[in-house]
Structures are given as C-alpha cells and as structure tokens.
T-cell receptor, first 115, second 111 residues
C-alpha cells in the first residue's frame, strides 16, 4: 500500500527557533498533501492544504507566516514552524492523497516540544 | 462550513457490539470517512461511504444517510485492541475544506 513518511518523529527545540518537518510519499506521487495538528485528547485539526507547485491554502486561524508550507515536488512537502513558542508544542501529522480514490495516507506524525 | 458531532467517550465489553454515531452538517458534502487512531499514532483508514446504506468490511461496518447527515460505525466482536479513538471525517467538495475530522470518540474495551 501507499506509504507516507515524516521526519523527524520527535523534535525538541528552544523557544524562538524554527523547526522543519518533512512529509514524503514514498511510493506514489501526491499532488495534494494535508497538514494537521493535534493537541492532547483533541481531534485532528486541518492546518493547510498543499498542492504541488502552488501556494498552500490555510485554514482560518492558522498563520501562514508562522507555519510555512512548501510542496516543491510530487513526493515532498515541508512544514516549517517559525519562531516556535511553547504553545506550538503539538503532534503534527501530514497526509497525502494517494493514487487511488477515496483514501488519505497518513504519515506517522511528528511530536514537537518547544521549551 | 462544518459541524460534526460524535459522542466523546464510550465503553464496551470484549466480544460485544458497539455503534458509534456521527452527525454532520457539511457544505458541499461528497462522502464520509471513518478513521481509527490509537494514542500517539496517526489515524488509519477504516471506511469511506459515498452512497446511502451499510457497507460491511469484516468486523467493521459503516452506515451513511446523506439526507439525514448521519453516519455510524459498527464494531462487532470487540477486541481489546479496538480501544482507540474513532474519527468521523466528512469530505467536502469545497476548496480548502476537503477533509475535516470530527472530535472523535474514545472507545474503551473492557475484559
């Protein structure tokens, strides 16, 4: 089946620094990738939709200048959390629209802790 | 817009049957996904319904009524490993609103 990887799986950074999270579709081309954030005991919240070669579409309330998304190729999307703050600590998950219909393939997630 | 409602928590016994309901109000509704998410892990796909009716897949079945904005996930012969969150996710055709998760239902399966 289709596989999506994320790197890193866990990252700890200091407040004020930037962190980049990579999302890769390993065996298929993903024209659309999604980025989610999940706080403890809460559901996944869609942050942005990323289409290859174009600007990401951000959900209401998500700061595009703080969460930079780049989808430069059909197999890679990156999320950069700029000037991270402790409240950005969360579980970040990407998903990709696969080659087949109807399904989203999720990456394993990245646990970000900002100290 | 999106408005999705699921019970927050449910408890059931091993071997039993449990039904997890989801109601939604989704503009541009296209279909509905159910996902399972174990703690600390990414969600995994369970089912996708586009047409009204019940679709069965092993121990799990999913039902959709488009006119009522209602779906349920039916889990039979519950096992301890079924303890997880179950996320209802209506899909919308509207740009920028393709895929939104409900609040999730935390299911605890007891021995």
């Amino acid at each position: 089946g289709a596989v999506v990887s994320q790197h890193p799986s866990r990252v700890i950074c200091k407040s004020g620094t930037s962190v980049k999270i990579e999302c890769r579709s390993l065996d298929f081309q993903a024209t659309t990738m999604f980025w989610y954030r999940q706080f403890p005991k809460q559901s996944l919240m869609l942050m942005a939709t990323s289409n290859e070669g174009s600007k990401a579409t951000y959900e209401q309330g998500v700061e595009k200048d703080k969460f930079l998304i780049n989808h430069a190729s059909l197999t890679l999307s990156t999320l950069t959390v700029t000037s991270a703050h402790p409240e950005d600590s969360s579980f970040y998950i990407c998903s990709a629209s696969g080659p087949g219909p109807y399904e989203q393939y999720f990456g394993p997630g990245t646990r970000l802790t900002v100290t | 817009g999106q408005n999705i409602d699921q019970p927050t928590e449910m408890t059931a016994t091993e071997g039993a049957i449990v039904q997890i309901n989801c109601t939604y109000q989704t503009s541009g509704f296209n279909g509905l996904f159910w996902y399972q998410q174990h703690a600390g892990e990414a969600p995994t796909f369970l089912s996708y319904n586009v047409l009204d009716g019940l679709e069965e897949k092993g121990r799990f079945s999913s039902f959709l009524s488009r006119s009522k904005g209602y779906s349920y996930l039916l889990l039979k012969e519950l096992q301890m490993k079924d303890s997880a969150s179950y996320l209802c996710a209506p899909e919308s055709r509207n740009y920028g609103q393709n895929f939104v998760f409900g609040p999730g239902t935390r299911l605890s399966v007891l021995p």
